[in-house]
């Protein structure tokens, strides 16, 4: 397994890949604040394809992904 890591920025083809990564760091970070119903509609609202997507395209902002082999670190 390669250990290199790579930082590029992302691209509206990144989306599938962004989505639960995203969900998953906001689930950990925000879970004990909320309740588990509060927590799902928001990462339905927020955390979709639509929405992410217009995020990449949007010129007035980035992402930037850190990878490895395993994937987003």
Known sequence: MSKEIIRRIATVYDSDLLIPFMEKCFRH????YNTPENMDKYVCNQYNSEIIRKDLKDENQFFVLIENSTGII
């Open 29 to 32: 970070t925000y879970a004990k």
